[in-house]
């Protein structure tokens, strides 16, 4: 065999090495910590957080939301999509909660742009009233799922701010140039008083971060 081909198949071999290695980090396989349930992890984008306490995913299906239930003895789900009653996804799921007795909340989060003060007074509440084991979820599981991770480990595993950013990252298949109003607001996260008194979304300075519809440009008429 001729040496060009031979460095030909080494490269292409390579290639496909990096590639499966690119793969498996894209579906949660070599994150850690991850929750040991193969199907669910991999598809849902499953995740353990706090062991025993606090979980995170994309949107389960019913036999995966099942499954998740019984393995990890949830007691409350909270949903970062919203309250979508006329959607087959959101039905589904309270019947699943409703049949375990599971709590249900619902909390509407953007997946890429900076939440509002309310959205985010709420989610509090929740973590400090609800009983746990708490799963969230948002539909990838990467980016609203991880904005409300890395707040619960910020108030609840004293974690701070720049080390509960790992909850943003790509093992969770977060994409911070994609989504970067996420992390923007994780690295500015100055606890619940601050969301109350100090945090306003709408400040010129995070129009970067912030879809157009939800505040009124300085200077310009409201969209």
């Given at each position: 065999?001729?040496r060009?081909?031979r460095?030909h198949?080494?490269?292409?071999g390579?290639?496909?090495?990096?590639?499966a290695?690119?793969?498996?980090?894209?579906?949660?396989?070599?994150?850690?910590p991850?929750v040991e349930?193969l199907g669910p992890?991999?598809?849902a984008?499953?995740?353990e957080?706090?062991p025993?306490?606090?979980?995170?995913s994309?949107?389960?299906?019913?036999?995966?939301?099942?499954s998740?239930?019984?393995?990890?003895?949830?007691?409350?789900?909270?949903n970062?999509?919203?309250?979508e009653?006329?959607d087959d996804?959101y039905?589904q799921?309270i019947?699943?909660?409703?049949?375990?007795?599971v709590?249900?909340h619902?909390?509407?989060?953007s997946?890429?742009?900076?939440p509002q003060?309310?959205?985010?007074?709420?989610?509090?509440?929740?973590?400090?009233?609800?009983?746990?084991?708490?799963?969230?979820?948002?539909?990838?599981?990467a980016?609203?799922a991880?904005?409300a991770?890395?707040?619960?480990q910020i108030?609840?595993?004293?974690r701070?701010?720049e080390?509960?950013?790992?909850?943003?990252s790509?093992?969770?298949?977060?994409?911070?140039w994609?989504?970067p109003?996420k992390?923007y607001?994780?690295e500015?996260?100055?606890?619940?008083?601050?969301v109350?008194?100090?945090?306003?979304?709408c400040?010129?300075?995070h129009f970067?971060?912030y879809?157009?519809?939800?505040c009124?440009?300085q200077?310009g008429p409201e969209s």
């Amino acid at each position: 065999m001729s040496r060009p081909r031979r460095l030909h198949r080494r490269l292409l071999g390579l290639g496909a090495v990096l590639l499966a290695a690119l793969a498996a980090l894209w579906l949660g396989v070599l994150s850690e910590p991850r929750v040991e349930l193969l199907g669910p992890s991999i598809i849902a984008n499953l995740h353990e957080v706090d062991p025993g306490r606090f979980y995170r995913s994309g949107q389960l299906n019913p036999s995966q939301l099942q499954s998740t239930l019984d393995t990890l003895d949830i007691r409350t789900i909270i949903n970062l999509r919203g309250y979508e009653t006329e959607d087959d996804w959101y039905q589904q799921e309270i019947r699943v909660a409703e049949r375990n007795g599971v709590a249900h909340h619902n909390v509407r989060l953007s997946s890429s742009s900076l939440p509002q003060p309310e959205e985010i007074e709420r989610l509090l509440s929740l973590y400090g009233e609800v009983e746990r084991p708490i799963l969230v979820h948002c539909h990838g599981g990467a980016d609203r799922a991880g904005e409300a991770s890395a707040l619960y480990q910020i108030e609840y595993m004293g974690r701070s701010p720049e080390e509960a950013l790992a909850m943003l990252s790509f093992p969770y298949r977060h994409l911070s140039w994609l989504k970067p109003a996420k992390r923007y607001f994780i690295e500015r996260y100055q606890g619940e008083q601050w969301v109350r008194n100090g945090y306003e979304p709408c400040d010129p300075e995070h129009f970067h971060y912030y879809r157009a519809r939800h505040c009124r440009p300085q200077g310009g008429p409201e969209s």
